[in-house]
C-alpha cells in the first residue's frame, strides 16, 4: 500500500480550485480566496483510508509550465508510472450552485474515451456540496486504482488481474475441488475482512451469482468464473478497494505484481549455518501434498506435481528431480521423495525456496508474517564442534574421486534404485541425491554431492561439506592416488570428517600405486578403515550411508 497520496488541482483560472481546498480546510467558503493555495498535509489519521494526504494547488498566473511539469514528475514517481501505470483522472465539476440539472450527460463521452478518468464529481465549495467526497474519490482512485483491473472498454477483468485472482482462488480452494464451499468462504473472508459472512448474507452472494452467471455456482459453491464476476461487479459498482483489499492480502502490489516484500523476506544465514525447513514449513508442505494428492496414493503424478505448482509463474523443479530423490513404484515423487527435495531446496538455496513458499500462499494460510517463519537457521558449526553436539537435521556429504569410480551408482544405490532401473527410466544426470538415514532412532537427511574433482576443485571453499567421502575404484591401480592428494590438499588440517570407499568391490582388489595401502594411509591419518560399495553387494549399502551421517553429527 502507497506511504501518501498526492493530489494535484489542475484547472483554467476562475474555476474554483483554491476554493475547494479552502472550503475543504475551513469547511465554509472563504470570503477572500489567493490566488493560489499552499500545499497542505491532511494528517493520516483523518483520512479513511489512514494515509498522509497532500493536496497541491496549481496557478498558471502564478507559476511557470515548469513547476506544473515538476508536479507531474512527482505524481508520477508517487503513482510507480515507471512502471507503466497511468496518473489516475478525476473530472471535477465545480460551482453546481449556478446551474441546475447535471452535466453528466456532456461528460460521459469524454469519461468513455480515457481509460484514466476514474470518476466525475459535480460539486460546490460554496455549498460545500461533495467536497470532502471529491478529496475521498481521489484519495480512493490512487490508493485502489480501476486501470490494472479492469478495462472500461470491454467491459472486462484485465488479463493481469484474472490471473492474480486465479491464483487467490486455488490458494484458497483448500480441498482442489475447484469450487468454494460456504466453510473456504468464510476461510476466505475472515483472512481479507477480518470476520467471516452471516450465513444470509452468503446466500445472498451466491443468488446474485447465479442469477448472473451460467457456470458461477456449482454444488453450491463458488466457481472460479463466480468468484472473478464478483469482482467484476464490486469494479462496476465502484467498490474496487474491495478486489485491492483481496490482492493485497495475497502480496500483490499497484501493477498486479508479487511485491519483493512477500516474495524475498529478509533473512540472515551468518558463515557456517545451515537453513533447514522445520516443523510450520513440514506441516504446510504436508496439508499441500494431501490437497494435490488427487488419487491418494501417497505419491504426485507429472499432472499433480503440475497442479501443485500452477500458482507459479514458472516451474520450479526441472526434471533431475527424479534423480535427486527416491520414486514410487510407478516413478512419480514419492511423499518421502517430496519432502526430501524441498529439504534439499532450503538447504542448497533458501531465498528461492522462500520465494516458492511465497508462491504457493505459505504466510497466509499459516498466518504468519512471511515465510521465514518456515526455515530454521541452525547454529554455527563451530559452536557445534565446541559442545560436541548439533541440533542440525541435514547433512552434506561432498562424494569425490576419479571419473570413472563409480560415484554416480553410489548416489543411486542411496536412492536405492538400481543402473539397470535407471537405463529404463533415465532422469536427467544430477549431482545430488538425498534420502533419510536413520540415526540413534532419529531420522537425518543426509545429501550426497557428486564432484568432478577434474573441473571442481579449484579452491578450498569447494571441499566444504559435513563430511567427504573419498571414492576410489579398487581395480584399478592408479586410483587411490587421487584420494590422497585431495585428502592432503583440503581436508588433512580442517576438522571435516572423511571416510574412504573402494567402489567396485565385486571386482579383484589390485595393489594401489600409492606409497601405502588405503588401509595403511587411513591408520596412518587417523581414518576410519576404509568400507568397500558395489552395486551388487546391496547388503553393504545401509552400512555406508549410516556410517557418513555418524561421521558428520559427531565429527
Not at 196 to 205: G, S
Not at 516 to 523: D, I, K, L, N, R
Request: proline content about 5%.
Amino acid at each position: 500500500m502507497k506511504r501518501d497520496v498526492r493530489i494535484l488541482l489542475l484547472g483554467e483560472p476562475k474555476v474554483g480550485k483554491t476554493s475547494l481546498i479552502m472550503s475543504l480546510v475551513g469547511e465554509e467558503f472563504p470570503e477572500l480566496v489567493p490566488l493560489r493555495a499552499e500545499e497542505i498535509t491532511i494528517p493520516a489519521d483523518v483520512t479513511p483510508e489512514k494515509v498522509p494526504t497532500h493536496i497541491v494547488d496549481y496557478s498558471e498566473t502564478e507559476q511557470s509550465d515548469e513547476v506544473l511539469r515538476e508536479e507531474i514528475v512527482k505524481l508520477l514517481v508517487n503513482g510507480g508510472a515507471e512502471k507503466g501505470s497511468k496518473i489516475p483522472i478525476i473530472l471535477v465539476g465545480n460551482k453546481s450552485d449556478l446551474r441546475s440539472g447535471s452535466s453528466m450527460e456532456s461528460i460521459l463521452p469524454i469519461m468513455n474515451q480515457f481509460s484514466e478518468i476514474e470518476t466525475c464529481v459535480e460539486c460546490s465549495a460554496k455549498n460545500l456540496k461533495n467536497i470532502s467526497e471529491l478529496f475521498y474519490y481521489a484519495q480512493k482512485a490512487v490508493l485502489h486504482p480501476t486501470a490494472p483491473l479492469y478495462d472500461p472498454e470491454d467491459k472486462q477483468l484485465k488479463l493481469q488481474c484474472v490471473r492474480a485472482l486465479s491464483r487467490i482462488f486455488s490458494i484458497s480452494d483448500q480441498d482442489n475441488d475447484h469450487i468454494l464451499s460456504d466453510a473456504e468462504l468464510n476461510c476466505f473472508q475472515k483472512l481479507c475482512f477480518g470476520n467471516p459472512l452471516a450465513p444470509q448474507a452468503l446466500e445472498d452472494v451466491k443468488t446474485v451469482v447465479w442469477k448472473n452467471t451460467s457456470d458461477g455456482v456449482q454444488d453450491n459453491g463458488l466457481t472460479l468464473n463466480g468468484f472473478l464476476f464478483l469482482n467484476t461487479l464490486f469494479i462496476q459498482r465502484g467498490r474496487h478497494e474491495t478486489t485491492w483489499t483481496i490482492l493485497r492480502k495475497f502480496g500483490y502490489d499497484d501493477t498486479l505484481d508479487l511485491t519483493d516484500d512477500y516474495l524475498y523476506p529478509p533473512l540472515r544465514v551468518s558463515v557456517g549455518c545451515t537453513t533447514e525447513l522445520n516443523h510450520l514449513g513440514h506441516q504446510f508442505l504436508q496439508k499441500l501434498f494431501d490437497k494435490y494428492d488427487e488419487d491418494k496414493d501417497s505419491a504426485l503424478s507429472p499432472a499433480e506435481l503440475k497442479n501443485l505448482f500452477s500458482v507459479l509463474p514458472y516451474m520450479p523443479w526441472g526434471p533431475e528431480v527424479y534423480s535427486n530423490v527416491s520414486l514410487s513404484d510407478d516413478n512419480y515423487i514419492s511423499q518421502h521423495g517430496y519432502f526430501c527435495q524441498w529439504m534439499l531446496s532450503a538447504y542448497l538455496d533458501v531465498h528461492r525456496c522462500l520465494e516458492h513458499l511465497g508462491y504457493l500462499g505459505y504466510p497466509i494460510l499459516m498466518e504468519r508474517e512471511s515465510q521465514t517463519s518456515a526455515i530454521t537457521v541452525t547454529r554455527e558449526k563451530a559452536l557445534d564442534l565446541e559442545k560436541r553436539q548439533t541440533q542440525r537435521t541435514v547433512f552434506l556429504c561432498k562424494v569425490i574421486g576419479p571419473r570413472g569410480t563409480g560415484k554416480t551408482d553410489f548416489l543411486q544405490a542411496f536412492l536405492q534404485r538400481s543402473t539397470e532401473r535407471n537405463e529404463r527410466d533415465p532422469g536427467p544426470p544430477t549431482i545430488y541425491a538425498i534420502n533419510t538415514v536413520s540415526v540413534a532412532n532419529q531420522d537425518k537427511y543426509l545429501i550426497l554431492e557428486e564432484v568432478d574433482v577434474e573441473t571442481e576443485f579449484l579452491k578450498t571453499a569447494d571441499a566444504a561439506c559435513d563430511v567427504a567421502c573419498l571414492m576410489y575404484d579398487v581395480s584399478d591401480p592408479d586410483s587411490f592416488n587421487y584420494c590422497a592428494s585431495i585428502y592432503k590438499q583440503h581436508y588433512m588440517d580442517r576438522g571435516i570428517p572423511c571416510v574412504v570407499v573402494g567402489s567396485k568391490a565385486d571386482l579383484i582388489e589390485v595393489k594401489q600405486h600409492h606409497g601405502m595401502s588405503p588401509s595403511e594411509f587411513c591408520y596412518k591419518h587417523r581414518l576410519p578403515s576404509p568400507l568397500h560399495f558395489s552395486t551388487l553387494l546391496t547388503h553393504t549399502h545401509t552400512h555406508i550411508y549410516s556410517k557418513l551421517t555418524w561421521a558428520a553429527m559427531y565429527p
